[in-house]
């Protein structure tokens, strides 16, 4: 579902979060990752914790049709978007690479010399 997404086209992921499914994904990604961190989450009643994401999820999919109706400020913010997209993905692409690096002992050596020449 979320890999079909031209993640570099403003009016492709606005129809995803609209009509493919992606209010509800982004919604239980958001409380999955910023609410359930929240003390004051976990003292909410079990049926508005049950509620709550179905309702930012339809709100979110609204929001997302209402924005497809403005064609001309979604031209004029898609050359800023690709950036920002880019962006992101290369900065998650550099920190999967330098995890990648440290499992494979990279600059360890170095480091533990430093750490001699210190002591």
Do not use: C
């Amino acid at each position: 579902m979320i890999i079909s997404v031209d993640w570099t086209s403003i009016t492709a992921i606005l129809t995803w979060i609209a009509m493919g499914g992606g209010g509800a994904y982004l919604a239980s990604v958001l409380a999955s990752y910023l609410v359930e961190n929240a003390s004051w989450w976990h003292t909410l009643p079990g049926q508005v914790k049950f509620v709550l994401p179905m309702i930012f999820a339809v709100l979110m999919s609204v929001l997302a049709s209402v924005l497809l109706q403005y064609s001309e400020w979604i031209s004029i913010a898609q050359p800023w978007w690709i950036i920002i997209v880019n962006s992101v993905i290369a900065y998650i692409g550099s920190q999967k690479a330098y995890v990648e690096q440290r499992k494979a002992g990279y600059g360890r050596k170095a480091w533990s010399k430093n750490i001699e020449q210190l002591q």
